[in-house]
C-alpha cells in the first residue's frame, strides 16, 4: 500500500495556528457540554504542540551527547 504524499503550503505552525482558530470558532458555535469540552481540549492540544514545535526548534536547544 502506497501512502500519499502532500505538498503543504503553509509551515507546521500555521497549520497549528489556522487549526487551533477553527476549532476555537467552533467551540464558540456549540452550546455548553461535552463536545464543547472536546474542542476547547483539541485546542489546548494545538496550542500545546505549537509550543513543543517552538521549543525543539529554537536556536539554544542542543543534541544530546
Same mark, same amino acid.
Given at each position: @500500500?502506497?501512502?500519499?504524499?502532500?505538498?503543504h503550503t503553509?509551515?507546521? *505552525? =500555521?497549520? $497549528?495556528? @489556522? =487549526?487551533? *482558530?477553527? $476549532?476555537? *470558532?467552533?467551540?464558540?458555535? +456549540?452550546?455548553?457540554?461535552?463536545?464543547?469540552? @472536546? $474542542?476547547?481540549?483539541? +485546542? =489546548? =492540544?494545538? *496550542?500545546?504542540?505549537s509550543?513543543?514545535?517552538?521549543? $525543539?526548534?529554537?536556536?539554544?536547544?542542543?543534541?544530546?551527547?
Amino acid at each position: @500500500m502506497k501512502r500519499k504524499r502532500i505538498k503543504h503550503t503553509a509551515t507546521f *505552525e =500555521q497549520r $497549528l495556528a @489556522m =487549526q487551533a *482558530e477553527r $476549532l476555537k *470558532e467552533q467551540a464558540q458555535t +456549540v452550546p455548553p457540554g461535552k463536545d464543547r469540552e @472536546m $474542542l476547547l481540549k483539541r +485546542v =489546548q =492540544q494545538t *496550542e500545546t504542540a505549537s509550543r513543543i514545535n517552538a521549543w $525543539l526548534t529554537s536556536p539554544g536547544l542542543r543534541s544530546p551527547e
